[in-house]
Every structure is written in structure tokens, then in C-alpha cells.
């Protein structure tokens, strides 16, 4: 019914947009503990902000 030609490519086909989630998870969750990091050593919203903005329009143009 999907276009696959048997159980195998199914189910890999399944792991990988696990794995995917699993990792976009995981960067989140380093992300965000770096952000706290960032934050108790005083650096301010506005310097973390614009280095997340830099850093995600960096990632979009070479990723």
C-alpha cells in the first residue's frame, strides 16, 4: 500500500524516521542545556539569541 516491496524496506523505512526524531530530540536537548550554561555564566538573551540565529542561518545555507 506505501510503495514498498516488502516488509524489509518497510521497516527500515521506519527506523530511519525514528532515528531522525531521535536526533533532532537530542540536539534540542544539547542545545538547550548549552543555552543554561551560557545564561548562568551571564551571558545575556540578546548575545544568545543572535549567536542561535547566526548559527541556524549558517546550518540552513551548508546543511
Do not use: C
Not at 516488509?7 to 542545545?31: G, H, M, N, S
Not at 538573551?45 to 541556524?56: D, F, G, R
Amino acid at each position: 500500500m506505501l510503495g514498498y516491496s516488502g516488509y524489509q524496506p518497510l521497516i527500515r523505512a521506519y527506523v530511519r524516521q525514528a532515528l531522525r526524531k531521535d536526533l533532532e530530540r537530542l540536539d534540542d536537548d544539547t542545545v538547550s542545556a548549552f543555552v543554561s550554561v551560557l545564561k548562568r555564566r551571564g551571558v545575556s538573551n540578546e548575545i544568545i539569541k543572535a549567536a542561535l540565529s547566526e548559527a541556524t542561518r549558517s546550518e540552513n545555507n551548508h546543511g
